[in-house]
T-cell receptor, first 113, second 113 residues
Framework: ETGVTQSPTHLIKTRGQQVTLRCSSQSGHNTVSWYQQALGQGPQFIFQYYREEENGRGNFPPRFSGLQFPNYSSELNVNALELDDSALYLC????????????FGQGTRLTVV | KQEVTQIPAALSVPEGENLVLNCSFTDSAIYNLQWFRQDPGKGLTSLLLIQSSQREQTSGRLNASLDKSSGRSTLYIAASQPGDSATYLCAVRPGTNAGKSTFGDGTTLTVKP
């Protein structure tokens, strides 16, 4: 167990809807990153939050947005869901140093129908 | 743009065999490289983290090496067991953007009893 927990574990949504995924980071970790993993591929970086500010973003449209709270937990919001958004969404937490180890949660499996 | 390649995509070996998984990356300006294990439909479990200044790291039956100048890392698994069956992913954290880790697509290992 890494101490990083994500909820829910599975979710089914209809195209066009909005979804919020949640991540509770490991104790003492102030940096959270979100990744999207399609079947058979490696995770793709969505964005990162450090002390409640977004400080890095991958090649994802603005309908992917996030928040980090004072306790360093985080949310990923996706608006106007598309079928291609179906994937495993992973969050990772670490301390703020550039060379620190990342610990991942178990992921949220999102299916868009 | 950093690209990470893992070869082979799949590997099947008999129990007890020693094996090597390969990871190559195109940009040698990295902070660190991390190896992960992923069981089907699950999150990522960190195996080993190698800082850019290090050459190798060991944990139990696992040994990871890093040759930054040639853009290569290997994960050596000694005396493989059926429980080692999983997908193994490598990820590099670049020096220019500490938030964005780039992953390979993984090597799926099957260890036959």
């Amino acid at each position: 167990e890494t101490g990083v927990t994500q909820s829910p574990t599975h979710l089914i949504k209809t195209r066009g809807q909005q979804v919020t995924l949640r991540c509770s980071s490991q104790s003492g970790h102030n940096t959270v990153s979100w990744y999207q993993q399609a079947l058979g591929q490696g995770p793709q970086f969505i964005f990162q939050y450090y002390r409640e500010e977004e400080n890095g973003r991958g090649n994802f449209p603005p309908r992917f947005s996030g928040l980090q709270f004072p306790n360093y937990s985080s949310e990923l919001n996706v608006n106007a869901l598309e079928l291609d958004d179906s994937a495993l969404y992973l969050c990772a937490s670490r301390t703020g140093g550039k060379d620190t180890e990342a610990f991942f949660g178990q992921g949220t499996r999102l299916t868009v129908v | 743009k950093q690209e990470v390649t893992q070869i082979p995509a799949a590997l099947s070996v008999p129990e007890g065999e020693n094996l090597v998984l390969n990871c190559s990356f195109t940009d040698s300006a990295i902070y660190n490289l991390q190896w992960f294990r992923q069981d089907p439909g699950k999150g990522l479990t960190s195996l080993l983290l190698i800082q850019s200044s290090q050459r190798e790291q060991t944990s139990g039956r696992l040994n990871a090496s890093l040759d930054k100048s040639s853009g290569r890392s290997t994960l050596y698994i000694a005396a493989s067991q059926p429980g080692d069956s999983a997908t193994y992913l490598c990820a590099v954290r670049p020096g220019t953007n500490a938030g964005k880790s780039t992953f390979g697509d993984g090597t799926t290992l099957t260890v036959k009893p």
